[in-house]
């Protein structure tokens, strides 16, 4: 099982997938897959801006080649994908009312199952934050009548793989079975579902791995900067509070703790499941069942409020470093707002198209400042944002900043032109299948994420028609909207007023 108990640091909540972000909720290896920029939680303490020194000028031109012999492979193989767009999606509800979304494929023996329990590290309490994070490292290490041993020993012999990752608003859960294994698969993950043990020698161990993390984040330059960045823009929600707690409240967590978690949390009515692979609806009806059909009706959660990131301000982070990290923030679009095909378009102009974007031409292809710049949507359940990315020589992030503000202004005051938004929307039609139906899991995935947006069954076939109805007035209007307000911004690196003209070599 892969579980995320390391230290791990997020500048916001996950941004929005396939639609102008990464994956939010998706496994390390299933890639990105789904519709909304919502920030990604991993294993690893997350470095926002990127750590890679500036490239000499003109080395996008290699990339971009690349890039196109990439994107040629890919659509050699758009047909098959292409299919998986226009898959036939069933509801399948369970005897008990468990509900599911099914895409049947007994091409390969194998099935993916991926659920979310709503909820998540910001229902960890005060005074025990981390506790989310804990409880996902301990799901494999006994349930049931099964230690941590037994229960390992069986997943291997079912050669089943399971995961659960919290996130910001969720729980995440997934196996991935043969599907001749399906019983003993199943009945492993009903018991850590139902009856995981919270046992004191797992419990003890996982946090002493918690712990290194956390120990390691405070000797990290960009964990402290992120840290800090957090408080600033969030003040006292839950969203500014580290994911993987800190020492004096991982110590504070008793098994009695993750049991009253675990009850509060896995409850039917906050639950949203996908199944893809060779498995008929019958069947899934009944393994439903057995999952989900005892946990207990409804969840209780703790009320959060609503919040918007606290623009106009600037963090300075001073550290000693060759290069400078800046962060961005802007506001954001709601994934139910009208105008977010729109958002998402002009940000896939702005700085979502890694190769074709206005900031990496202007950052990157023009003045070779950077390796990389980048702009994402953020939509969490309790606040939004857009967040622009990069990191430069230090003796030139003041130049830098100056670039980056002023695509951002030209944009905001002009809107991009009618051949940037025909090839977004090109771009975006076309690479979806590529990007999160390009396996089961991946599918599976994207379907859990439709269902939280509560985008309906038949939004895959909708899509399209969604993104083409966007007119270039209704950009030029995203960008004013998002773009004019004074952003947040952070720097990590040695004080602006020192690098300030600085060279320019």
Not at 119 to 125: H, I, K, V
Not at 279 to 292: H, N, V
Not at 404 to 415: C, H, I, N, S
């Amino acid at each position: 099982m892969m579980s995320s108990v390391a230290g791990r640091m997020s500048a916001f909540p996950s941004p929005l997938l396939g639609e102008g972000g990464s994956a939010r909720g998706a496994e390390t290896d299933e890639g990105c897959w789904q519709d909304r920029p919502r920030f990604v939680s991993s294993n690893t303490p997350h470095p926002s801006p990127s750590a890679t020194p500036s490239p000499a000028r003109g080395e996008g031109k290699a990339l971009r080649a690349l890039a196109t012999l990439c994107f040629a492979i890919f659509f050699l193989i758009l047909p098959a994908l292409a299919a998986h767009a226009g898959m036939n999606i069933q509801e399948v509800k369970s005897d008990k009312g468990i509900t599911a979304w099914l895409v049947e494929d007994h091409t390969v023996p194998i099935i993916a199952i991926r659920f979310v329990f709503d909820g998540g590290t910001a229902q960890d309490p005060a005074g025990k934050e981390g506790l989310a994070n804990l409880m996902t490292g301990l799901f494999d290490e006994g349930a049931g009548d099964l230690d941590s041993d037994a229960f390992q020993v069986k997943l291997d012999d079912a050669g089943a793989e399971m995961s659960f990752e919290p996130q910001r608003d969720g729980i995440y859960g997934s196996m991935r079975m043969l599907s001749e294994q399906k019983d003993a698969a199943f009945d492993l993950l009903t018991l850590a579902v139902n009856k995981p043990r919270f046992d004191q020698a797992p419990l003890d161990r996982v946090r002493a791995q918690v712990l290194a993390g956390i120990v390691a984040n405070e000797r990290d330059p960009n964990a402290i900067a992120q840290r800090k960045w957090l408080r600033a823009i969030y003040g006292e929600h839950p969203y500014s509070r580290p994911d993987e707690g800190t020492r004096e409240s991982i110590a504070a967590i008793a098994p009695a703790d993750l049991g009253a978690f675990h009850k509060a949390s896995f409850a039917r009515d906050g639950l949203h499941v996908a199944v893809v692979g060779d498995i008929d609806a019958a069947t899934l009806k009944r393994k439903l069942d057995q999952l989900f059909g005892d946990l207990p009706q409804r969840q209780a959660l703790a009320a959060i409020a609503d919040t918007q990131p606290k623009l106009g301000q600037q963090v300075e982070v001073d550290y000693d470093l060759p290069q400078t990290s800046l962060q961005f923030a802007y506001p954001g679009v709601k994934r139910s707002a009208p105008d977010f095909f729109a958002a998402v378009l002009m940000n896939e102009i702005l700085g979502g198209g890694t190769f074709t974007s206005r900031l990496y031409d202007e950052v990157r292809e023009k003045r070779g400042l950077a390796y990389g710049v980048d702009s994402n949507l953020v939509d969490h359940q309790h606040s939004n944002a857009l967040i622009i990315t990069t990191a430069t020589r230090s003796d030139r992030a003041s130049e830098t900043l100056a670039i980056v503000r002023d695509v951002v202004k030209t944009l905001a005051e002009q809107g991009p032109t009618e051949a940037e938004l025909d090839a977004a929307k090109k771009y975006m039609i076309g690479a979806y299948a590529i990007n999160n139906l390009d396996s089961s899991g991946s599918i599976a995935a994207t379907l859990v994420e439709l269902q939280l947006d509560r985008l309906g069954i038949d939004y895959l076939q909708r899509r399209a028609g969604l993104i083409n109805a966007v007119t270039l007035d209704d950009v030029k209007a995203a960008a004013k909207k998002l773009l004019s307000p004074a952003p947040a911004i952070m720097v990590v690196g040695p004080p602006l007023a020192k690098t300030a003209g600085g060279g320019k070599g």
